[in-house]
T-cell receptor, first 114, second 112 residues
């Protein structure tokens, strides 16, 4: 059971380059999330999706775009990377049967923008 | 809006010491409360949860009690091990909100 899989695990980008982070889940979860983790700031929500074809902005959406064309996949795009986007990115998914449902996380993508 | 405040770390302990990590929250109604743990190089995983006032969540020797009157959900373990070294996150979720709100995380290091 793979759970939540993120690719790639590591990436170094030059300022201005673009890239897409892929998140795939095999648990048939409705909800998916992208977070970034920075020292001293915990996890901040970038974008989320409550179902196939729907996306919404989180706390820190600027500079990122997302798409959820298939229920199992949630893509995070950086159109023009900036050093401030150096971070560890986590994807999570959740089956919403109530507020007490557990979120499952991927292992993270460590992105460095130089 | 919803928010979670955790005690700042890092916390360094000796093996078999008592661990407490404070967590308080701001939310209307009765949110569900969670503790997640992140071991080095890994993603977050659920440690325990509580869904209503006075509930106690427990797992792997850790406990936390949902205190509505003090809006708190402090994490405790009576005797820590080196393998408990990790980052601990407090989180909440409300029934009419899709999101999980996380605290800043507390880094715990246990020395042999």
């Amino acid at each position: 059971n793979a759970g939540v899989t993120q690719t790639p695990k590591f990436r170094v980008l030059k300022t201005g380059q673009s890239m897409t982070l892929l998140c795939a889940q095999d648990m048939n979860h409705e909800y998916m999330y992208w977070y970034r983790q920075d020292p001293g700031m915990g996890l901040r929500l970038i974008h989320y999706s409550v179902g196939e074809g729907t996306t919404a902005k989180g706390e820190v959406p600027d500079g990122y775009n997302v798409s959820r064309l298939k229920k199992q996949n949630f893509l995070l795009g950086l159109e023009s990377a900036a050093p401030s986007q150096t971070s560890v990115y986590f994807c999570a998914s959740r089956s919403y049967t109530g507020a007490n449902t557990e979120a499952f996380f991927g292992q993270g993508t460590r992105l460095t923008v130089v | 809006g919803n928010s979670v405040t955790q005690m700042e770390g890092p916390v360094t302990l000796s093996e078999e010491a008592f661990l407490t990590i404070n967590c308080t929250y701001t939310a209307t109604g009765y949110p569900s409360l969670f503790w997640y743990v992140q071991y080095p190089g890994e993603g977050l995983q659920l440690l325990l949860k509580a869904t209503k006032a006075d509930d106690k969540g427990s797992n792997k020797g850790f406990e936390a009690t949902y205190r509505k009157e003090t809006t708190s959900f402090h994490l405790e373990k009576g005797s820590v091990q080196v393998s408990d070294s990790a980052v601990y996150f407090c989180a909440l979720s409300r029934s009419n909100d899709y999101k999980l709100s996380f605290g800043a995380g507390t880094t715990v290091t246990v020395r042999a």
